[in-house]
């Protein structure tokens, strides 16, 4: 089956006094994956278990092929749950919870060998049809929560932090295979994690939460390359921030000067709302350019001295010492600065476009 | 070579305490085949007459029936009630739901004698005195606690996803519990059917109170045996209550093993 489309709107939950997800509305198209990023309390998960109608909303709507489900309770609604920790069916084997939804829906034994067969193939879990839950390792049962999830084809499928509790490689390695397995299926995909990377890496659309609230919905790049927020520019990705004084505008720019050093000029994208003093100027690690030589600028020119250099393999990164403040820039392994060592005396700039003002508190 | 002493030692210790805690009831053995009128150590001769005997006075072999009956049908209603009151305590807010487990383990914890004389009188009112369902729910009241133990402890091990999961691949909150919760408590239920079995099946304060001539359990006659008869019938049948109790064991280890 197709992906199908997916439409909250006005969703509300409370838990007392502690307000869970605030209005929270998102359209989703069929077959596209989403992301729902935020720290825990931030409201991804709750959102998540409305759609799957394991927590009820207070207020709100939630549709899927423009049909209400909010009414119906989960077993009723068809989409497929991957749980944090997977919650698999302990007393059964590997291939009785992957037929665990095919039963419940009556299929004829022959059919449910059939497809949980194809789906413990499209896992790569073949061999493993008879073993116990507690024979597996830890991505094993990923995989098997994944295929259980699949098996009956539903038109969404719902993830809740599906890759937790998994190590680094491995997390890489199955994040490239739920991708794949979501281009096979067609599935559209609503996915929660607190994983910027996770996100970056998998998602069409990236739903930045906070509070209960969305604050920016956006592809990977739009969400890393233009964050609306400081806590968004904060949350995905590395960056500098520094705080400075406003002064004059210019076009999309605007001239500050950090409080550290007044007298310095700088000039950055201003995303404030214009009436403050204050603002955060946030600058990505690798748009920090470094030079030996005075290079051929005036903008967001200034001396640093290098304190620390790290060796990150693909990429360095350095510490430095500005006038500023620290400072952190990344470069790549092969590039002219990996040259640099803790003590050189160098140059750094970056373009204005890539700094940008954020309110202080957001 | 101190390591290969030390654990002789702790061997040699152990096996100690092993003979310590099993012989004197592995004693009743062999002075039930005794061919004396009184129980004697050590025994002279060898007869089983003592079994025959057993299985043929009606006192003895009527109350090993009422002790089966009362502890088949204590393990059924203290094992559905004690699953349904851990079910129901697993719900409770942590530290309410420890105080109300207090609550109903306090039969374990309470001497059996003040248990018994406590329900003496209003079981005496109610007229269970003297019979099978009060034995019954006496001994309910002693083996729940073993029930709320056992299911607990798996309760507590418990994702309470696998709940959520069932209903978001199909099954209604019925199906979800037959099919996910029970089978995931079985191994916890079964232990406290047991206990719950052995606990009614060897038990002799609460039943001297509340049997009496027409509800008499195989302990409480070994009691009285004892002491109006000191016949060696007593040894045969602390032989027999050994065996059914090893029996039931070894079954629950068999079933709990696979």
Redesign the interface.
Known sequence: MPGAAVEIAGLNKRYGEFVAVDDVSLSIEPGEFVTLLGLSGSGKTTTLMAV???TEPDSGTISIDGRDILSL???K?????V???Y?????LDVFDNIA??LR??KWAEADISKAVERVLKVVSLEQFSDRRISALSGGQQQRVALA??LV?EPPVLLMDEPLGALDRSLRDQLQTEIKRIQREFGVTVIYVTHDQEEALALSDRIAVMANGKICQLGSPDEIYERPNTGFVAGFVGDSNRITVSLGATEDRFRRVSARTAPELELLALDRTDGALEQAVLMVRPEAIEMSGERPDTDVNLLQARIELREFLGASIRFTLDTPLGPIHVRKGRSGPAAAFKPGNDIWISWSPTEGALFPPAS | MTGRLSSAVLTAFAAAVCVFLVLPTLAVAPISFTETNFITFPPRGFTLHWYREFFERPEWIGSLGTSAVVAVLTAALSTTLGTMIALGLGQLPRRTGRAVTFFFIMPMVVPTIITAAALYTPFARAGLVASIPGLVLAHTVLALPFVIINVSAILQKLDRRVVDAARSLGATPTTAFVRVTLPILAPGITAGAVFAFITSFDEVVVALFIAGADATTLPVQMWSGIRFEISPIVAAASCLLLIVSCVVLTLFWLVQRR
């Not at chain 1, 609604?77 to 749950?81: A, T």
């Open positions: 799957a109608g394991l309770p989960p077993e609604r068809g989409l497929g749950v749980f944090q920790n919650a698999l069916f302990p007393h665990f939804p419940m829906r259980r999830a009956f």
